[in-house]
């Protein structure tokens, strides 16, 4: 069973192999089901009925030993798996950084987009291998596939940043990300 490192930490490499998305040695990794998402996409019977069913898993987040603490700088590669629900992308949760910190992520494998809100005004940046999306503090933010294979990025944030998933159930993100025709359509958060 793989673990976080104890501070105070040594200086050391992490592998990363590009191919694979696995970082050596590696931390916990997390996973997270569609009955993990609750209240999050727009058509709830849908979700209630995906998650009572096969339950799939939405995404993935294997982390490197470097622990979530104040001034340590952790790292995590997510995965997200291709769907939708109802037209609507597959995604992550969401969070706001309760201590409103900056945080970047590095588009690895796949098409996505990063989702980010600061209470009034929402963006979006398409993301692909090579993007880096920088999150300035103070703006939830949430990740969503917009291809036909896994989404994959490398997320890099200070440890003391905390996770606040809360914030989304009760402000929402601005918009969702909706499957069309065309490609991603993005529609106000509550109609
Ligand atoms: C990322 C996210 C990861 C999973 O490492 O935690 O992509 O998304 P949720 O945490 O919203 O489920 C990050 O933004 N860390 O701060
Ligand atoms: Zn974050």
Do not use: C
């Amino acid at each position: 069973m793989t673990a976080f490192h104890t501070p105070p930490i040594s200086p050391m490499a992490i592998a990363f192999d590009a191919e694979r998305l696995t970082l050596s040695p590696e931390g916990p990794t997390l996973t997270r089901r569609m009955s993990d998402l609750e209240g999050l996409f727009r058509d709830s019977d849908a979700w209630a009925a995906e998650s009572a069913g096969e339950n799939p898993v939405v995404y993935t987040v294997t982390s490197s030993p470097v622990p979530e603490i104040d001034r340590e700088l952790p790292q995590s590669i997510t995965t997200i798996m291709p769907g939708d629900t109802s037209g609507e992308l597959w995604m992550t949760k969401g969070h706001q950084h309760p201590n409103h910190q900056g945080e970047i992520y590095l588009a690895l494998q796949g098409t996505g987009g990063l989702l980010m809100f600061d209470g009034e005004r929402t963006e979006w940046i398409d993301m692909q291998p090579g993007t880096i999306g920088y999150i300035p503090p103070g703006w939830a933010h949430r990740s969503v596939n917009t291809g036909d294979e896994p989404y994959s990025f490398l997320a890099v944030y200070p440890g003391g940043a905390g996770h606040d998933y809360g914030w989304v159930l009760e402000h929402g993100m601005g918009s969702r990300a909706y499957r069309t025709a065309g490609g991603v359509e993005l529609r106000p958060y509550s109609e």
